[in-house]
């Protein structure tokens, strides 16, 4: 089986890039990107093993095929694999193995079934109920939960997502940085963009800041900060005092996050008065952003999937956060 400082060499050599992912117990994990699709890999030296994650993908397949004994990068066109079969629980297992996460049973639910996921001494619950097809994530905040969230809002780990629309014309972009942290603050910002900073701004190389390395995202934001007008982005750093004061009002970190784009927002579209506000759908009931901006006067938020693909403000607003 190939090793870890192989596959390094291999990625560079195929023009991608790979960056240090998060901690986990007696291995390493990288997260490794071709421009367009991101996979994360568990390295675990004792036992020789590398784990494949993240979504189906011509990258994860590329990947997989040299694990497998491949000793030349294979091309980026390979097919990707047939999506795991079974229940929705079924993939959402697969998924919790190739992370390099652990599951168990969990406690009996009428109708359902529970499982414990746990990663380096954190847990979190996941309930599944088959006839409706509905899961649920209960747990404290914690990075573990709220990637199991993400996963069963969007499937990233059982669906292949369509590629969203790009969104053209002036508008601004907000993003957020920390949600899911047990430390540091929660950032919120926003960019207001329109044609000629749009297209400024994609050729100093700015797009989703996950799929770019940390020296590049400090460098691009530089650039960001000197093709937009103070007045036309504002960031908003919530410290932790500040943070579990806000926590605390609002019993709910969507109810949080909702109120702080649309603070970011209004400062400002207070400057532009650009109608169209884009943002990435953090929270299934999209009447929390919506309330938050009636409140406010704005106009009305656009809500979607993958916004930071589709927009280069909410991907300079990413960077920036």
């Not at 002036?170 to 949600?179: F, N, T, Y």
Request: charged share 20%; with cysteine.
């Amino acid at each position: 089986m190939i090793k870890l400082g192989e596959l390094k060499t291999l990625i560079t050599a195929r023009g991608w890039r790979w960056t240090p992912g998060k901690s986990i117990q007696h291995g390493e994990q990288i997260v490794v990107t071709d421009g367009t699709h991101q996979a994360s890999i568990n390295s675990y030296p004792k036992r020789g093993k590398l784990v494949i994650g993240g979504p189906v993908s011509p990258l994860q397949a590329a990947l997989v095929a040299w694990i497998e004994g491949e000793t030349t990068p294979a091309s980026p066109s390979t097919p990707s694999p047939p999506p795991p079969t079974g229940t929705r629980l079924d993939v959402l297992k697969q998924f919790i193995r190739e992370q390099g996460w652990n599951w168990g049973p969990g406690a009996h639910i009428p109708y359902g079934e529970q499982i414990v996921v746990s990663d380096a001494g954190v847990t979190a619950l996941v309930n599944f109920w088959p006839r409706r097809g509905k899961m649920a994530v209960q747990g404290s905040p914690s990075p573990l939960k709220a990637a199991l969230q993400a996963w069963v809002d969007g499937e990233a780990g059982g669906t292949t997502e369509a590629v969203p629309t790009t969104i053209t014309g002036p508008h601004i972009g907000m993003d957020e940085s920390g949600k899911g942290d047990w430390f540091g603050p929660l950032v919120v910002a926003a960019v207001a963009v329109d044609e000629r900073t749009a297209a400024a701004l994609r050729k100093v190389g700015v797009r989703d800041s996950k799929a770019l390395a940390p020296a590049a995202i400090q460098r691009i934001a530089g650039q960001i900060e000197r093709i937009i007008p103070p007045d036309q982005r504002h960031v908003w750093v919530m410290e932790p005092e500040t943070y579990n004061r806000l926590y605390a009002e609002h019993d709910n970190v969507n109810l949080l996050l909702a109120d702080a784009y649309a603070q970011v927002a209004e400062k400002v579209w207070s400057a532009t008065r650009t109608e169209t506000i884009v943002c990435d759908q953090f929270s299934r009931r999209a009447d929390r952003l919506e309330d938050a901006f009636a409140a406010r006067g704005l106009p009305h938020p656009v809500q979607q999937h993958q916004a930071e693909s589709a927009s280069v403000a909410v991907a300079a607003a990413s960077i920036l956060a």
